[in-house]
């Protein structure tokens, strides 16, 4: 009996050995098919007094109006470089932004030409060339040339705009010195004039001028800009919300240990059944310059002023509802998601995919997430709305949302493994 017995494990446990190693065969192959490549460690910034002002700045609530908020209020390394909530708090905490937080994640990669959900920060590297909400930094020939030739990428472009957004970091007009100034270009010019005269919070013994001059040698007290403080705040973020160290990413480098095999089946269901690679692609899976309208329900402050997302800034109704295809890098440390924080768990998410227009049609804020909230929100839910939403999501060039996906529970349930652990990055799991 007993010879027989441990055959028949033998044979069960090769079985199972031959499965694992052709899971691995086919993975393998589609990843060269996809091209999905690991993700490349920026190189240490050799001027480290940037990267150390960066660091200040980012953490720096004097930058805002009220002395209330830092990026980091709503950035917070601890939960993910998020708030953890579904739409952003106002500065003063009694109203709630349009959008969800990203997290900042390899933020600064080179393939990063543009910022935000909808994209409207933008740079050209060829030609050197911003496109931003400010008229003065845009063209080959910008008005605030000054500030320009400090900024070197979207990213560094994208700092300088929380500072000056009301809700954001600026205050209300008459509750500050710079929320009263009578445009951008004058409310940046005051927040340096106010730095200027500060120490860091986070170290009382320097002294912002001294810094500055530090990280930027060539330039002088006085030609110091919201330029120079754009430009630390992403040489900061470029190198220290780094994250290449999950399951898959080593997985990406070749290591066939490191994903289980549930890992391995719910990466198969991602880029087989589910179709989630159609725009989840590359690195980080996301965050590319791919922009998708996948029919996320709409909702916020009531009233409901409408988000169009990348239709908005480009005038262009073909792309309403569109929003950046987001990375998943740490994914499980980021909820809620989408751009609104709609959903709160990732299983919602998969059901989401799964059956669009059902979680379209029957989306609700409950009770329990409304007193949560400091304003009354509402929904989207007009019939002529859900339409033009679902119609943007069929636009043609994304066949993989035109029929329900019909996932076995099986392959949901491989997929959430996939995304909650094999994308999580031990550094960042606090
Ligand atoms: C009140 C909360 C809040 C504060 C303060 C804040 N942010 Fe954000 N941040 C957001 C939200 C919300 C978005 C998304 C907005 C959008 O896409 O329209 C965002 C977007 C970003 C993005 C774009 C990421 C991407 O992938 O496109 C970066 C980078 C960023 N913030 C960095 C910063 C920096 C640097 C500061 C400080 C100068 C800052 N944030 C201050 C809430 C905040
Ligand atoms: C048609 C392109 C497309 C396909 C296919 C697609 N996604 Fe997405 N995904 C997006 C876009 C665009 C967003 C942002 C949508 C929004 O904010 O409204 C997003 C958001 C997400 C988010 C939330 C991320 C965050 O930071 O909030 C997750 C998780 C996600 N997708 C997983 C998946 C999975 C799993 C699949 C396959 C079942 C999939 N996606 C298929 C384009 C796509």
């Given at each position: 009996m007993k010879p027989v017995f441990f055959s028949v494990l033998v044979l069960l446990s090769l079985i199972n050995k031959a499965s694992a190693d052709e899971l691995d065969h086919i993975l393998r192959n589609r990843i060269e098919f996809y091209n999905i490549r690991p993700i490349e460690k920026n190189p240490p910034n050799p001027n480290r007094d940037l990267v150390t002002l960066g660091k200040f700045l980012f953490s720096e609530k004097n930058l805002s109006g009220n002395r209330r908020m830092?990026?980091?209020?709503?950035?917070?390394?601890?939960?993910?470089?998020t708030d953890r909530l579904p739409l952003s708090q106002s500065e003063n905490?009694?109203?709630?932004?349009?959008?969800n937080a990203p997290s900042l994640f390899n933020v600064g990669l080179k393939t990063r030409t543009s910022m935000f959900w909808d994209g409207r920060v933008k740079y050209d590297p060829k030609t050197n060339v911003f496109t931003t909400p400010e008229e003065a930094l845009n063209g080959p020939n910008p008005k605030a040339r000054e500030i320009t030739?400090?900024?070197?990428?979207?990213?560094?472009?994208?700092?300088?705009?929380?500072?000056?957004?009301?809700?954001?970091?600026?205050?209300?007009?008459?509750?500050?010195?710079?929320?009263?100034?009578?445009?951008?270009?004058?409310?940046?010019?005051?927040?340096?004039?106010?730095?200027?005269?500060?120490?860091?919070?986070m170290d009382p013994t320097e002294n912002y001028v001294k810094l500055f001059l530090k990280a930027y040698p060539?330039?002088?007290?006085?030609?110091?800009?919201?330029?120079?403080?754009?430009?630390?705040?992403?040489?900061?973020?470029?190198?220290?919300?780094?994250?290449?160290?999950?399951?898959?990413q080593r997985y990406l480098?070749?290591?066939?240990?490191?994903?289980?095999?549930?890992?391995?089946?719910?990466?198969?269901?991602?880029?087989?059944?589910?179709?989630?690679?159609?725009?989840?692609?590359?690195?980080?899976?996301?965050?590319?310059?791919l922009f998708a309208s996948v029919a996320t329900p709409e909702w916020g402050a009531a009233p409901l002023v409408l988000d169009r997302g990348q239709g908005d800034v480009l005038k262009d109704i073909k792309r309403n509802f569109f929003y950046r295809v987001p990375s998943l890098v740490n994914i499980k440390l980021t909820a809620p998601y989408m751009h609104n924080g709609t959903y709160q768990n990732?299983?919602?998410?998969?059901?989401?995919?799964?059956?669009?227009?059902?979680?379209?049609?029957?989306?609700?804020?409950?009770?329990?997430r409304q007193?949560?909230?400091?304003?009354?929100?509402?929904v989207a839910n007009q019939q002529a709305i859900l339409d033009d939403i679902w119609l943007a999501s069929q636009s043609g060039l994304f066949p993989e949302l035109k029929n329900r996906l019909r996932l076995l529970e099986r392959e949901k349930r491989y997929l959430e493994i996939f995304m909650e652990e094999a994308l999580t990055d031990p550094k960042w799991d606090k």
């Amino acid at each position: 009996m007993k010879p027989v017995f441990f055959s028949v494990l033998v044979l069960l446990s090769l079985i199972n050995k031959a499965s694992a190693d052709e899971l691995d065969h086919i993975l393998r192959n589609r990843i060269e098919f996809y091209n999905i490549r690991p993700i490349e460690k920026n190189p240490p910034n050799p001027n480290r007094d940037l990267v150390t002002l960066g660091k200040f700045l980012f953490s720096e609530k004097n930058l805002s109006g009220n002395r209330r908020m830092s990026c980091q209020t709503c950035h917070n390394p601890a939960t993910g470089t998020t708030d953890r909530l579904p739409l952003s708090q106002s500065e003063n905490g009694k109203s709630i932004l349009a959008r969800n937080a990203p997290s900042l994640f390899n933020v600064g990669l080179k393939t990063r030409t543009s910022m935000f959900w909808d994209g409207r920060v933008k740079y050209d590297p060829k030609t050197n060339v911003f496109t931003t909400p400010e008229e003065a930094l845009n063209g080959p020939n910008p008005k605030a040339r000054e500030i320009t030739e400090s900024l070197k990428s979207a990213l560094s472009a994208q700092a300088i705009f929380p500072l000056v957004a009301h809700n954001e970091m600026l205050g209300e007009v008459g509750e500050n010195e710079i929320a009263n100034a009578g445009n951008n270009l004058e409310a940046w010019d005051r927040i340096i004039e106010r730095i200027k005269k500060e120490s860091p919070t986070m170290d009382p013994t320097e002294n912002y001028v001294k810094l500055f001059l530090k990280a930027y040698p060539e330039t002088s007290e006085d030609k110091l800009n919201i330029g120079h403080v754009g430009e630390a705040i992403a040489a900061f973020q470029r190198e220290e919300f780094q994250s290449n160290d999950s399951p898959f990413q080593r997985y990406l480098r070749g290591n066939n240990k490191a994903m289980t095999v549930a890992q391995k089946r719910g990466f198969a269901v991602f880029m087989g059944r589910g179709h989630c690679i159609n725009c989840h692609q590359g690195s980080e899976l996301g965050k590319g310059e791919l922009f998708a309208s996948v029919a996320t329900p709409e909702w916020g402050a009531a009233p409901l002023v409408l988000d169009r997302g990348q239709g908005d800034v480009l005038k262009d109704i073909k792309r309403n509802f569109f929003y950046r295809v987001p990375s998943l890098v740490n994914i499980k440390l980021t909820a809620p998601y989408m751009h609104n924080g709609t959903y709160q768990n990732l299983s919602q998410v998969i059901e989401h995919y799964d059956n669009v227009s059902g979680m379209l049609v029957s989306f609700k804020i409950s009770q329990e997430r409304q007193d949560q909230m400091p304003v009354k929100v509402a929904v989207a839910n007009q019939q002529a709305i859900l339409d033009d939403i679902w119609l943007a999501s069929q636009s043609g060039l994304f066949p993989e949302l035109k029929n329900r996906l019909r996932l076995l529970e099986r392959e949901k349930r491989y997929l959430e493994i996939f995304m909650e652990e094999a994308l999580t990055d031990p550094k960042w799991d606090k």
